[in-house]
């Protein structure tokens, strides 16, 4: 709670006021809101005022909405830190050498699809998986985090905008719900520890299939809410670099931006990459479903050929993430600087 005394330690530069959400990067516009509103009560001075988290675009959509509201500005920190995540997979590279991914043989299957908690981009993927009959071309996980109940999401509002997922909705309750959780195979026999989260990496998922479907963490229905559309960079997407695989990845516009600013290279000669583009949360989740069916049309082979065809792509980008590892001014930027 805020007392006189405190308040004047923030304002004579003697105490930083921090809100610390270091451990993810969803955050909400109604917060921002809240923060403004007890600066304009308490008269708080907004510049010994910070907020931190792994939103990378969070800086970027504050900026537009503070000058859009002439507010005073607070300092927004960006983290990247679950890089740190793959690690555990950089230190074990003996174990899972690059040379694993050059045998020439076909693989199995298509692609790898896992997902975690049951969040509503992630249930689109998998029911539009289903619902197109590609359940068996790929590695496909939908486990629920934490013991996490299987999802009703008929009444969501997020999800049911404008009936567009009518059909889908309907598709899922009645198909997919009654499979949930849905766990890999060669992953039955493992102690389920959070099977995808966090520094868990299944090696022959990723040489025995060509490409990656993450579903990352933050996807924002709201087209209104200019915070909220976030950059959030997890392990999902690091697990898909360092398994050697091409990915599309359902998460908000500019994804793949900002992964080609800090060093990745991307994947046209897979996907149609105007998805990044399209600003309507909508209309970027019928083009992905689009370019999914679309590869998957192809046959073994021909991915086969693509997938070799970029091999050198697939190798810089692990390269890249290995260098990321212990590159603290990347990862963390002048997070550490707040704390001196």
């Not at 975690?116 to 486990?143: K, P, T």
Request: glycine share 4%; net charge negative.
């Amino acid at each position: 709670m805020l007392n006189k005394e405190l308040i004047n330690l923030i304002n004579t530069n003697v105490v930083k006021l921090i809100f610390d959400f270091s451990a993810e990067g969803t955050p909400r516009h109604s917060w921002f809101t809240a923060i403004h509103r007890m600066i304009k009560k308490y008269k708080i001075k907004s510049s010994n005022v910070y907020f931190i988290s792994m939103d990378m675009k969070l800086g970027e959509n504050y900026d537009i909405w503070s000058e859009k509201l002439n507010l005073p500005k607070i300092n927004i920190i960006g983290l990247n830190y679950f890089v740190e995540y793959a690690t555990h997979w950089v230190l074990k590279k003996k174990k899972f050498p690059i040379e694993d991914f050059k045998v020439d043989k076909i693989r199995e299957k298509k692609f790898t699809c896992l997902n975690g908690a049951y969040r509503e981009n992630r249930i689109i993927i998998v029911s539009e998986l289903f619902r197109n009959g590609l359940e068996n071309d790929g590695y496909i996980s939908c486990i629920g985090n934490y013991g996490e109940p299987p999802r009703d999401i008929r009444n969501s509002a997020e999800v049911d905008k404008d009936l567009t997922f009518k059909d889908l909705i309907k598709y899922y309750m009645d198909s997919v719900y009654p499979k949930l959780p849905i766990v890999i195979d060669m992953e039955k026999d493992m102690e389920l520890i959070e099977p995808y989260i966090g520094h868990s990496y299944v090696h022959e998922m990723y040489t025995n299939s060509y490409f990656n479907i993450v579903t990352e963490t933050s996807y924002n229905f709201d087209t209104a809410a200019i915070i909220g559309n976030s950059i959030f960079l997890t392990e999902k997407t690091y697990r898909a670099i360092f398994g050697m695989q091409p990915f599309i990845v359902v998460s908000n516009p500019g994804f793949l931006k900002f992964l080609k600013s800090i060093g990745f290279k991307t994947f046209p000669e897979f996907f149609d990459e105007s998805y990044d583009e399209i600003e309507n949360p909508i209309e970027r989740m019928n083009t992905i479903v689009n370019e999914i069916k679309k590869i998957c049309s192809l046959s073994l082979e021909e991915l086969h050929d693509r997938y070799y065809n970029i091999f050198d792509k697939l190798e810089h980008n692990r390269n890249r993430l290995i260098e990321m590892v212990n590159d603290r001014k990347m990862n963390y930027g002048n997070y550490l600087d707040v704390f001196e």
